[in-house]
Nanobody, 127 residues
Framework: QVQLVESGGGLVQAGGSLRLSCAASGRSFSLYAMGWFRQAPGKEREFVANIKWSGIGTLDNTQYADSVKGRFTISRDNAKSSVYLQMNSLKPEDTAVYYC????????????????WGQGTQVTVSS
């Protein structure tokens, strides 16, 4: 079993940056695919980015939603059992609760593909 705790959310002006962190507890973190999702009020939870278990942040091992490509970067530090989401050039439409998720399988872009979830961290981007 894996427990996930997100941090790093907050209020930022449009064009600004935030770095989200997700700390995992439990064994074999390096074997888990990790993902970031977000959910805005009244909307469904949507995919943001994922990274494979290998932990190498190359194009072959990461996926991004079209809406965040070129602005967000997902990375992981297996030694620290953590995954990160660097968010640059933030826009008001990025405002949402951001969730970290983990799964032992191949990373997917759907929430149903993940077994473990954090409690979420609020990101608010003002215009």
């Amino acid at each position: 079993q894996v427990q996930l705790v997100e941090s790093g959310g907050g209020l930022v002006q449009a064009g600004g940056s935030l770095r989200l962190s997700c700390a995992a507890s439990g064994r074999s973190f390096s074997l888990y695919a990790m993902g970031w999702f977000r959910q805005a009020p009244g909307k469904e939870r949507e995919f943001v980015a994922n990274i494979k278990w290998s932990g190498i942040g190359t194009l072959d091992n990461t996926q991004y939603a079209d809406s965040v490509k070129g602005r967000f970067t997902i990375s992981r530090d297996n030694a620290k059992s953590s995954v990160y989401l660097q968010m640059n050039s933030l826009k008001p439409e990025d405002t949402a609760v951001y969730y970290c998720a983990a799964d032992r399988g191949v990373p997917t872009m759907t929430p149903e593909g993940y077994d473990y979830w954090g409690q979420g961290t609020q990101v608010t981007v003002s215009s």
